[in-house]
């Protein structure tokens, strides 16, 4: 809406409504555009590393501390562009024996100097607002390849679409790499949940485990949108959530912190015997019914 239309509804100044406008951005409930605003997260809207690297940064530690403990010693994986991929790279530089792929300068810089890791670029042009190498180059290099899992990130996840992202050149890498794994992870921060951009990467059917946050209590929208993806088939593993399974199973220490939503069945395209299915723990909590939150979600998601 153009701020025009807006103080014509609230009845007041232009000049009064932009700086109400400009209080509700820095609150995160709408995004100004010149001489208007639209709602938040639209979806061609994508923010630089710079920005990117300062969201939810707690968050992003604690899923990469989760999602490191799903690597083995040995394993071939393939790491995706992200600040949140970024961090997991990190915590991978002690896994001895790992062959990671990336098309991601950023996750390469974070295992440059890790002696037991082997590091294998794509090819490519680079992106330099977050790092990446993108285009046909990066997606030849990738053809042929095959390895246990894909770590990769996004700009939304939702249970109708699946991962997506708001540019179609990483849109189309991401792509790729889910090609050439035999298992797809996906790290999101809650603030990811339920938000849906221009581009998918990874449908639903295509998503092995989820790894992220625990929402806050009053985020309906991102309860929601976990409970849609658990009832989908997808494995949702939540950073800092008690490690107590159910049944008087011990939690291995390397699996500790987190918590899994059971898996009703088999995934849709998933290798047989590329990986034990995680043990079930406490399911997520009901979502609030009828709350403002989550029937605007649901009106954007229509």
């Known amino acids: 809406m153009s701020l025009r239309e807006l103080a ?6 232009e000049v009064t409504v932009r700086r109400d406008v400009r209080a509700l951005e820095a609150e995160g409930l709408l995004d100004r555009r010149h001489g208007g605003a639209v709602l938040p997260g639209g979806f061609t809207r994508e923010s630089g590393f710079p920005q990117k690297s300062h969201l939810a940064t ?6 990469a501390d989760l999602a490191a403990s799903f690597v083995e010693e040995g394993e071939a994986i393939v790491v995706g562009a992200g600040t949140t ?35 294998v670029m794509t090819g490519g042009t680079l992106r330099g607002s977050n790092y990446a190498l993108v ?20 700009s939304g996840l939702t249970a109708e679409r699946g991962l997506s992202t708001s540019n179609m050149l990483s849109a189309s890498v991401d792509r790729a790499l889910v090609q050439a794994a035999a298992e797809v992870v996906v790290l999101a921060d809650h603030t990811k949940l ?11 059917d295509l998503i ?6 625990e929402p806050p209590g009053h985020d309906d929208r991102a309860a929601t949108e976990l409970q849609a993806l658990a009832d989908q088939g997808v494995q949702i593993a939540v950073a800092g959530a008690s490690g107590n399974a159910v049944g008087g199973d011990q ?16 995934r849709r395209g998933q290798v047989p015997g590329a990986g034990p299915g995680l043990r079930a723990a ?8 009828g709350s403002e939150r989550a029937r605007v979600a649901d009106l954007r998601r229509r």
């Open 58 to 63: 707690a968050e992003k530690t604690a899923i």
């Open 194 to 204: 339920g938000t849906d951009t221009m581009f998918q990467t990874v449908p639903t």
């Open 8 to 13: 014509r509804v609230v009845q007041t100044s």
């Open 282 to 289: 406490t399911v997520l909590g009901e979502p609030a019914q």
């Open 251 to 266: 939690v291995p220490a390397r699996q500790q912190q987190r918590r899994d939503v059971p898996v009703p069945g088999p």
């Open 135 to 154: 285009g046909s180059g990066a997606e030849q290099s990738l053809q042929g390849l095959r390895v246990s899992r894909a770590f990769l990130s996004g």
């Open 208 to 213: 092995t485990r989820l790894v992220t946050d």
């Open 85 to 119: 991929t970024q961090e997991l790279a990190r915590r991978l530089a002690r896994v001895p024996g790992l062959t990671v792929v990336t098309n991601s300068l950023l996750v390469a810089q974070a295992l440059a100097h890790a002696n037991r890791v082997e590091v």
